[in-house]
């Protein structure tokens, strides 16, 4: 079987048991103050397990890209030197939103694996949960006696909360888990030792495939367990497992999901994957991480110096050190594996081939730019072996693997060449120490939700009101540096949270019995909840709150929103259908647009731009708002989808103009384009390799921003006496400037011929040395450098100084000449440092020629007397 047709029959396998198939989700998390990345299938469900939305399917199933590089599910160290971890990997799941139970999701699984899959049933093994004192749970004997009908008792093993009770983070849905292992060894080593003994013992062919998770609780902040209103199955199996099980390969490496990248490196490096460990490593290493930096960048998310940016930046650069180490890349290489990539996965992720230029472009850059990081790491470590210590200090390998991306194990293979060590104690501390800042920091942001009203689901009303009278049904305290910030959760909300590039809105609540007034200063989601950030928790909760969101402000943004889908269409009518949205701000000031586009802007295509938006908006467009439109006829229907979102069955389409713009958006918008007023585009810069950023105003900004201009314009035509064509007026002023500026060039030219004239009358011969000592007058420093040169090629044995008092500037040069600083040991720039403590200053040079400058013009006879005595 192929790995396609192994995802494939899983899919049809769980259609066929009345699940629907729902895509992945994207592979970067946006709204989820506790995650980065997708790090498993369930992830998108969160808020179904939660009680916080009520699920439209009871039985869902899919193939989710998962990414497991940060937080509580961390497996980068691993990946690579074993040969059956990964940082990306598809999770095939299926779910039961409180529908089916254990005795469903255990018969699934087996009928699956041992009838569909055909995979050894004396190969198999079960694990149950053995029960937790500390957190008041009892083994799971319910899954064990199930388990029974389908396999002997003596392969079923109860094991700890560690392996077998499951948890997505550090707070949110939980349960005990029942997991499937596989045994892969040969039949010999199977007699020798029974599998039994190797599951769960880290053993490279005894391994987990499938996890059978029963979520029944939430972990709260402050570590107890909740019950959650329902129960849910949530189980993940590994693709690459099962492939590697259903193919009896060694690795997971050795499947088709990977082969392609490994034959693609082999040409690229013409070194071979299977014959030397060290050089393997690097080969699983790069065709494991070009897959997570492909779909990651795919769904948007670009390199960068902090948050998700970062991890995707440090996994690459763990791929170019491997690279260049193991495989001798000295250029960049990863970028080149994009395009088999794509075209394998084109059919199950089709968004990695629609931007596999793109992806490929973002690659490469990033390759390059770490090439010459690399570099400096390289000599950051040369200076420090000059030091001549004997070990490489913790600290030093911390830095070189934190900023330079230095896997540890290659500064201690660099040390070893050099015969030095590196002090592992020092930088496992520094490592330690970063890994709990970066926990607490994510811990600070998170706590528990108190309810007001239970059962209450929120419904948001803003798109038709702009107030409304509300209850609030939770609240939260959250510590956030030190500083206590409060949050609330309603039935009914006119309040938008930051979504889709539209931040969120501001406004008051005013208590209807008591009428205290409370501000809310941000609305942000939390997964589908929507958080209002207020600055203090109301003396009585239980009341009803007129709700008004900041209306002023709400209508600005809705401008800068639909002008947003105005630029983005004539942006794809002026560059081309290449344009896709890879970023976006829309608030009351302005809108900033990033978008997929390789070259700069000329300024014809900005003019452009800006004419048809202008256009659009002089026409009057009506807005048209469909709600629950279908995804699928939404997108038949031509609207621009963006890559990386996450769209539900039904979606909210934008219209202006029935050719013109349609885009999939949940943001609110003017109801006719007039209202817009002017758009003006302000800036076009670079962001990233292949990402261009346009900053643009509208409606009332944008008049304030022609204003402006206008005034400055009367100001400069008042100060040139309001001429009849200042163009002309302006062109006038700089070429009589210009002519100036040559005329004064000629009378200095002329100034230092006669200077020199008159410098050489008065060189004298002391002892068969031509000394000069002088102070004289001079625009600049270069003109005297130019003036000594001068002197220099006529006048052999020469001793000359000058100095000069350059607008209250003291300035000082000396000129030797060569066979003086031979055979004398004179030395201009040790005079000169000597000297200028005269004047307060400072300066250097070659032996035969030196310049100072300085503060205290007062000084320079002082230097003058200095080169008399010295001669
Ligand atoms: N959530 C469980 C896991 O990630 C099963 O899907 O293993």
Redesign the pocket.
């Known amino acids: 079987m192929t790995s396609t047709e192994v995802r494939n029959k899983f899919l049809e396998f769980f259609k066929s048991k009345e699940h629907r198939i729902v895509p992945s989700a994207p592979i970067v998390v946006k709204n989820d103050p506790t995650l980065m990345f997708t ?4 992830n998108q469900f969160k808020d179904y397990f939660l009680g916080n939305k009520a699920a439209k399917d009871v039985r869902v199933a899919d193939t989710q890209k998962c990414l497991r590089v940060s937080g509580k599910h961390n497996d980068l160290e691993e990946v690579g030197v074993d040969t059956y971890h990964h940082t990306m990997f598809e ?1 095939l ?1 299926n779910w039961s939103f409180g529908d089916y139970f254990k005795k469903e999701a255990i018969a699934w699984a087996w009928e699956l694996l041992t009838e569909v899959y055909k995979l050894d049933k004396t190969r198999l093994y079960v694990t149950v949960f053995e029960g937790d004192e500390a957190d008041n749970l009892l083994a799971d004997t319910e899954a064990e006696e199930i388990w029974k009908n389908y396999i002997s008792a003596d392969r079923i093993l109860r094991c700890n909360k560690k392996d077998n009770f ?1 948890e ?1 983070g550090d707070t949110g849905p939980c349960g005990a ?1 029942s997991e499937i292992h596989y045994d892969l060894r040969s039949e010999t080593e199977r007699k020798e030792r029974d599998g039994k003994t190797l599951v769960n013992a880290d053993h490279p062919q005894v391994i987990e495939l499938w ?1 059978l ?1 029963f979520m029944e609780f939430n972990r709260k902040a402050d570590k107890t367990l909740e019950e959650l209103p329902d129960k849910h199955v ?3 199996m590994g693709l690459e497992r099962v492939v590697r099980a259903i193919q009896l390969k060694n690795s997971n490496y050795d499947t088709d999901l990977f082969m392609n990248t490994i034959i693609e490196l082999e040409k690229i490096s013409g070194k071979n994957y299977g014959f030397d460990e060290k050089t393997d490593i690097a080969f699983r290493v790069i065709a494991d991480h070009i897959r997570a930096l492909s779909f990651c960048v795919a769904d948007g998310q670009l390199p960068s110096n902090g948050g998700a940016g970062y991890v995707i930046r440090r996994i690459l650069r763990r791929a170019v050190r491997y690279g260049y180490s193991y495989l001798c890349f000295e250029q960049p290489f990863l970028f080149k594996l994009v395009e088999k990539l794509a075209s394998q996965f084109a059919d199950i992720f089709p968004e990695l081939n629609a931007q596999k230029d793109f992806v490929a472009r973002v690659i490469e850059q990033e390759e390059v730019s770490f090439l010459r990081t690399l570099n400096s790491g390289l000599s950051r470590l040369e200076n420090y072996f000059e030091t001549g210590k004997s070990s490489v200090d913790g600290q030093v390998a911390f830095e070189l693997y934190d900023t330079f991306g230095f896997p540890i194990d290659l500064t201690q293979l660099i040390a070893a060449e050099r015969g030095m060590t590196v002090d592992m104690e020092g930088f496992q501390k520094a490592l330690a120490e970063q890994k709990a800042r970066s926990k607490a920091d994510a811990a600070k942001e998170t706590g528990d939700w108190n309810v007001v009203f239970d059962g209450e689901k929120e419904e948001f009303v803003g798109y038709d009101f702009t107030e409304a009278i509300i209850k609030i049904t939770r609240y939260r305290t959250l510590t956030v540096k030190g500083k206590e910030k409060y949050q609330l959760v309603f039935n009914v909300t006119p309040f938008y949270a930051e979504s889709g590039g539209q931040v969120g809105d501001t406004g008051l609540l005013t208590g209807t019995e008591n009428n205290e007034k409370i501000s809310v200063v941000d609305t942000q989601k939390e997964n589908d909840l929507i958080v209002h950030i207020v600055n203090k928790l109301p003396e009585n909760f239980h009341q009803n709150f007129e709700a008004k969101i900041n209306l002023q402000n709400r209508e600005n943004t809705a401008k800068n929103h639909s002008a947003t889908h105005l630029v983005h269409a004539a942006l794809r009518l002026v560059l081309g259908d290449h344009v896709a949205q890879k970023g976006s701000l829309v608030d009351p000031s302005k809108l900033r647009f990033d978008f997929s586009h390789f070259s700069k802007m000329t300024d014809e295509e900005i003019a452009k731009v800006e004419e048809i938006v202008n256009e659009k908006i002089a026409a009057g467009i009506e807005l048209d708002e469909k709600r629950n439109v279908p995804y699928d006829m939404a997108i038949q229907s031509g609207v621009t989808a963006l890559f990386g979102e996450k769209y539900g069955d039904v979606v909210r389409v934008i219209t202006f103009g029935n050719n013109y713009s349609k885009e999939l958006c949940g943001g609110t918008h003017v109801q006719n384009t007039s209202h817009i007023g002017r758009f003006k585009l302000v800036s076009e810069t670079s962001v990233a390799a292949g990402v261009r950023r346009i900053e643009a105003i509208t409606g009332d900004e944008a008049e304030r921003f022609y204003t402006e201009r206008l005034n400055l314009l009367s100001e400069v035509e008042q100060l040139l006496g309001n001429p009849s064509d200042l163009v002309k007026q302006v062109q006038q002023l700089l070429a009589d400037q210009k002519s100036a500026l040559k005329k004064i060039e000629m009378y200095e030219q002329a100034q230092v011929l006669g200077l020199k004239k008159e410098l050489m009358s008065e060189i004298e011969n002391r002892n068969g040395i031509h000394f000069l000592a002088k102070q004289i007058s001079a625009s600049n420093p270069a003109q005297i450098k130019d003036l000594l040169f001068q002197i220099r090629n006529e006048v052999d044995n020469l001793f000359a100084v000058l100095v000069a008092d350059i607008d209250g500037k003291p300035s000082i040069s000396i000129m030797i000449s060569d066979n003086l600083v031979k055979e004398k040991n004179w030395n201009a720039g040790q005079l000169i440092r000597d000297w200028s403590k005269h004047i307060k200053g400072g300066g250097g040079g070659q032996p035969f020629f030196a310049q100072a400058g300085g503060s205290d013009v007062g000084g320079l006879p002082a230097v003058i007397e200095n080169a008399q005595s010295l001669l």
């Not at 790090?39 to 369930?42: E, V």
């Open positions: 790090n498993a299938g369930m999770m799941g499951w997505m888990c996890n998770v949530d189980t993940g």
